[in-house]
């Protein structure tokens, strides 16, 4: 299986402004999820969106996928600094396997 | 949630040494998953442990490489055999969560050095 792209590969933002990362995929999918790595510790998982689903919110967090473009933005609105780490799209594409996108690092200035 | 961890957190290894990494969970899990992160990289899954059989490997993944063990349900080692700089990483294992659409949780990470 391949992974998928994110872009962008790093993003630095101030303190109170929106991120937003992008991710591509390859082949058809059952869900895709988001995760969260802190400083290269274990991957934190944020939200899920089925296939069947266009867009999902958590907290300040809002999620889209496009299945006609394979394609998925994650939006985090009125970002802190605790929001620094890199995120990882992973794609549920069958035989309980996650693919993992190559992650955005965010960098929230102060 | 599944609250999981790992043995060692770290370790700084000579080439040509062997090292076995636990990782521990806290319920009963059908499926345990290993990764491999390199420096700078995103993750990629090294094999699928089920207890009671034997692992599933990845693609470039080789059983004498990496075995792995999964002697019951909430636990899971696994091994990085005959030790190369090339295999300085972090090794994270991680749970499917319910079971159903593979939402996964995953334990801290072990950061393997070799020199």
């Known amino acids: 299986s391949q992974q998928g792209e994110e872009d962008p590969q790093a993003l630095s933002i101030q303190e109170g402004e929106n991120a937003t990362m992008n991710c591509s995929y390859k082949?058809?999918?059952?869900?895709l999820q988001w995760y969260r790595q802190n400083s290269g510790r274990g991957l934190v998982h944020l939200i899920l969106?089925?296939?069947?689903?266009r867009e999902k919110h958590s907290g300040r967090l809002r999620v889209t996928l496009d299945t006609s473009k394979k394609s998925s933005s994650l939006l985090i609105t009125a970002s802190r600094a605790a929001d620094t780490a890199s995120y990882f799209c992973?794609?549920?594409?069958?035989?309980?396997?996650?693919?993992f996108g190559q992650g955005t690092r965010l960098t929230i200035n102060p | 949630s599944a609250v999981i961890s790992q043995k060692p957190s770290r370790d700084i290894c000579q080439r040509g040494t062997s090292l076995t990494i636990q990782c521990q969970v806290d319920?009963?899990?059908?499926?345990m998953f290993w990764y491999r992160q390199q420096p700078g990289q995103s993750l990629t899954l090294i094999a699928t442990?089920?207890?009671?059989?034997?692992?599933?490997?990845e693609s470039g993944f080789v059983i004498d490489k990496f075995p792995i063990s999964r002697p019951n349900l909430t636990f899971s080692t696994l091994t990085v055999s005959n030790m190369s700089p090339e295999d300085s990483s972090i090794y994270l294992c991680s749970v499917d969560r319910t079971g159903v659409e593979n939402e996964q949780f995953f334990g801290p990470g072990t950061r393997l050095t070799v020199l």
């Open positions: 992973a794609t549920d594409e069958g035989a309980q396997k996650l693919v």
């Open positions: 442990a089920n207890q009671g059989s034997e692992a599933t490997y």
């Open positions: 319920s009963q899990v059908t499926m």
């Open positions: 969106i089925r296939s069947n689903e």
């Open positions: 082949t058809s999918i059952n869900n």
